[in-house]
Nanobody, 117 residues
């Protein structure tokens, strides 16, 4: 059973930076493509970024391209999301999961990011 534990969220002002972390257990992390997703109130999980296990190839949603950077440390079973130049519209609960994500019961508790203008 996979376990996904996100951390690093908090309150920020527009233009600030935050770094999210996600520790993964219960899987062979080094062979998994990983992703970050976010969920604003009343919406579903929105794709933010992904990183492949093989070459570290990254993809980003247009809304975060140039501001967010996804990375991974296979030795620590951890995936990161560096978020710069934050905007109020980035406010959401952020989750990590495989890319594409596993089933509905695989999501962790997420980490809340709130950006004020």
């Amino acid at each position: 059973q996979v376990q996904l534990v996100e951390s690093g969220g908090g309150l920020a002002q527009a233009g600030d930076s935050l770094r999210l972390s996600c520790v993964v257990s219960g899987r062979r992390f080094s062979r998994d493509d990983m992703g970050w997703y976010r969920q604003a109130p009343g919406t579903g999980h929105e794709f933010v970024a992904s990183i492949s296990w093989s070459f570290g190839t990254t993809y980003y949603a247009d809304s975060v391209k140039g501001r967010f950077t996804i990375s991974r440390d296979d030795a620590k079973n951890t995936v990161y999301l560096q978020m710069n130049s934050l905007k109020p519209e980035d406010t959401a609960v952020y989750y990590c999961n495989l890319y594409p994500p596993l089933g509905e019961d695989s999501w962790g508790q997420g980490t809340q990011v709130t950006v004020s203008s």
